[in-house]
C-alpha cells in the first residue's frame, strides 16, 4: 500500500492550497483518512479527519478555513487550506486506517504518506 501526497508548496499569508492524498495497493477498504501536520521543533498534530460515512472533525484553529473531503472510489482525500497563515507552515502528512487484502485474507493496517511542505510566508 503506498499514500502519495501532492499540491504542497509556497504560498503568501491569506493565500489556499489544496493538498491531495491518493491511496493505492491491495486495498479492501479505507475507514478513517486524516492530515496531520508537524511544524519545525513541534510534536505532530492533527489537523483533520474524515470517516467512511463523511463524518469530519477539525483541529480547533483551522476550523471555518479547512475543509477535508473525500473521494471513496478514488481512494483520495483532499485538504482545502483558505486564508493560511504563517502558523499554518508545516510538514503535512496523511494517514489511512484500512484493511488491505494479504494472502486472500482482510488484514487491518495503518498507512502514512512521504508527507508534503506547506510553507506560507510572504
Known amino acids: 500500500v503506498q499514500l502519495v501526497e501532492s499540491g504542497g508548496g509556497l504560498v503568501q499569508p491569506g493565500g489556499s492550497l489544496r493538498l491531495s492524498c491518493a491511496a493505492s495497493g491491495n486495498i479492501f477498504s479505507i475507514y478513517n483518512m486524516e492530515w496531520y501536520r508537524q511544524a519545525p521543533g513541534k510534536q505532530r498534530e492533527l489537523v483533520a479527519g474524515?470517516?467512511?460515512?463523511?463524518?469530519?472533525n477539525y483541529l480547533a484553529s483551522v476550523k471555518g478555513r479547512f475543509t477535508i473531503a473525500r473521494d471513496n472510489a478514488e481512494n483520495t482525500v483532499y485538504l482545502q487550506m483558505n486564508s493560511l497563515y504563517p502558523e499554518d507552515t508545516a510538514v503535512y502528512y496523511c494517514?489511512?486506517?484500512?484493511?488491505?487484502?494479504?494472502?486472500?485474507?482482510?488484514?487491518?493496517?495503518?498507512?502514512w504518506g512521504q508527507g508534503t511542505q506547506v510553507t506560507v510566508s510572504s
Open positions: 494517514k489511512a486506517d484500512m484493511w488491505t487484502i494479504l494472502g486472500g485474507t482482510q488484514v487491518p493496517g495503518t498507512y
Open positions: 474524515i470517516t467512511s460515512g463523511g463524518s469530519t
